[in-house]
């Protein structure tokens, strides 16, 4: 992300191109790093283009088992705000003995 609506995209031909976030989606959807996105290629610069569309995972991976995405393409599969987690996961560890604290002493 460089501000203002734009992002430095490194394509799957090997080139980095400026690419303007398309107006619908600024501030709807949210492109990180390692994200897999739609570029339009503009005819009269081969450097710069626009942010058509950004894939989740399960499209991501659509993509590349019918071949249109390289098989070295990285799919990060990042859990969204949100998703269930197993109380395992969780690294508190809660006990019986609780001790009181007085709040006059801080």
């Known amino acids: 992300m460089l501000g203002n609506g734009r992002v430095d995209a490194y394509c799957f031909d090997g080139t980095k191109r ?3 976030i398309r107006g619908k989606m600024r ?7 390692g ?8 005819d009269f610069q081969d450097e710069k283009g626009d942010v058509i569309l950004k894939y989740n995972a399960d499209e991501a991976r659509t993509l590349k088992s019918y071949g249109e ?3 070295t393409a990285k799919i990060h599969d990042t859990g969204d705000v ?4 197993d109380e395992e996961d969780i690294p508190f560890e809660f ?6 604290i007085d709040l006059e002493d801080l």
């Open 18 to 20: 400026l690419c303007n």
């Open 27 to 33: 501030k709807k959807v949210w492109i990180n790093v």
């Open 35 to 42: 994200d897999i996105v739609l570029i339009g290629l503009r």
């Open 69 to 71: 995405l390289p098989d």
């Open 82 to 85: 949100g998703d269930d987690a």
């Open 95 to 100: 006990t019986e003995e609780a001790e009181e």
